[in-house]
């Protein structure tokens, strides 16, 4: 019922930026956490950045003071501003946002991916 599109991803040099959207749709009265995921060529998945409703921020050791993660609540959109990027980065990013639907049920709904590659 909640349905997440992402966009922004694609090829870039590293030192380039790039970044990356996902607006959130359907039945919601309430997004809280929103935030994004990654999985590179051979590597598990995993957590990028998060952030919270209110706004508290929390990032991977890996991207700290790369990346900022933001949130437009009147949207139901994310973003990921993504800059000095490395070819580490390379992988496909995953959306991921929770929060509760009109109807008072629990939602967590992820982004079919979108792939960034950054060329050395």
């Known amino acids: 019922q909640v349905q997440l599109v992402e966009s922004g991803g694609g090829l870039v040099q590293a030192g380039g930026s790039l970044r990356l959207s996902c607006a959130a749709s359907g039945s919601i009265l309430r997004a809280n956490d929103m935030g994004w995921h990654r999985q590179a060529p051979g590597k598990q998945r995993e957590l990028v950045a998060m952030?919270?409703?209110?706004?508290?921020?929390n990032y991977a050791d890996s991207v700290k003071g790369r990346f900022t993660i933001s949130r437009d609540n009147a949207k139901n959109t994310v973003y990921l501003q993504m800059s000095s990027l490395k070819p580490e980065d390379t992988a496909v990013y995953y959306c991921n946002v929770q929060g509760t639907t009109n109807y008072a049920g629990a939602f967590d709904s992820w982004g079919q991916g979108t792939e960034v590659t950054v060329s050395s």
């Open positions: 952030i919270a409703r209110g706004g508290s921020t």
